[in-house]
């Protein structure tokens, strides 16, 4: 446990080493000025550092920098601040020893010495400077901890997102999931059962698609599948309404409160927006550029129905497209 010890005077150091000693502390520093001890404790570098200091004795009157600017100076530092600061001093005057409490000095002896006052108060600044630096390693792992959790957290908020987006957007062509479509139309059954209001659902095929991917390679097959879904998205002019990836070359469409004749009107729109694309389809057998066929469901939910019926009679309506030449739109007859 190191101290510094500055004095001018070469008996009052030697007392002090003598003391010290004697009181069990043999790691010491003596310097003879302040100037010393600021040349000591690297005070004019930007590498100043308290070098393990854990307390300084202080004499007040000294030649040069006295005692308490020396204790202003170095308590001014961030590095020195919480070392303690004993004065040593033959001066009791209460304006001298406010001035040097006014300076950052944490307490005074004075002269002649006493040994055993010495070492008591010496004793009592080291253990509550130890307190002090148990309390400021406490606040940083605290600090650390603290920033740790923060950081894990925006790192877990991130992974959620990323899964959360995986789970919920289909990673080619970056509309919504079968998944997401699922979950999505399994709350606005509920919400319309309540509400007694239609959901239609468009079931739509590309096709021919698997001659597109043998003619152009699979390649070309995904870069189509993501401008259809582009297209098909963009047929949809509501918040409320979805369209997702349900398998390969189809896709469904969720459109919530929308009856028979608003799900022909989107379905129209779809077929509109994809015969705009003009993506050449030499093996297609109804038409030189690629096609859609539609099937439409329309129901209103109650608690004797499923969304899952509704679908289904969508897939019997697209069938029906397809079996009839493809490049149409049929509405289920079972719908309302």
């Not at 894990?152 to 992974?159: F, G, R």
């Not at 859609?292 to 608690?303: C, E, K, L, N, Q």
């Amino acid at each position: 446990m190191k101290i510094l010890i500055v004095d001018d005077t070469p008996h009052m150091r030697f007392q002090l080493k003598i003391l010290l000693e004697a009181g069990g502390f043999t790691h010491l520093v003596i310097a003879q000025s302040a100037e010393e001890a600021f040349q000591y404790l690297g005070f004019g570098s930007s590498r100043n550092t308290n070098k393990g200091i854990e307390l300084i004795l202080m004499d007040i009157i000294m030649p040069g920098t006295d005692g308490i600017e020396a204790c202003r100076r170095i308590k001014s530092h961030e590095n020195f601040m919480d070392i303690p600061i004993i004065m040593v001093t033959g001066e009791t005057s209460s304006e001298s020893l406010q001035a040097a409490f006014d300076a950052g000095a944490n307490d005074y002896v004075n002269k002649p010495l006493k040994a055993v006052e010495l070492i008591a108060r010496i004793k009592l600044h080291l253990k509550l400077k130890q307190e002090i630096n148990f309390r400021k390693a406490r606040e940083k792992e605290l600090m650390d901890l603290t920033k740790q959790i923060e950081e894990t957290n925006i790192k877990l908020q991130t992974a959620n997102e990323s899964l959360k987006h995986t789970i919920n957007i289909d990673v080619l062509t970056e509309v919504a999931s079968r998944r997401y479509f699922f979950d999505l139309i399994d709350r606005e059954w509920k919400r319309t059962v309540r509400l007694s209001q239609p959901v239609s659902v468009n079931m739509i095929d590309i096709d021919f698609f698997k001659a597109f991917n043998d003619t152009y390679g699979h390649q070309k097959g995904d870069v189509c599948l993501k401008q259809i879904a582009k297209a098909l998205e963009q047929s949809l002019k509501r918040p409320l309404d979805i369209v997702a990836r349900y398998g390969g070359e189809e896709f469904i469409a969720l459109l919530p409160d929308t009856d028979r004749d608003g799900a022909i009107e989107v379905a129209k729109t779809m077929q509109t927006k994809v015969a705009e694309l003009g993506i050449l389809h030499d093996s297609s057998q109804i038409d030189e550029n690629v096609t859609i066929s539609i099937g439409i469901a329309t129901m209103v939910p109650d608690r004797n129905t499923t969304f899952s019926a509704l679908i289904e009679l969508a897939d019997k309506a697209l069938y029906l497209a397809k079996s009839k030449g493809r490049n149409r739109i049929e509405i289920s007859k079972e719908s309302v």
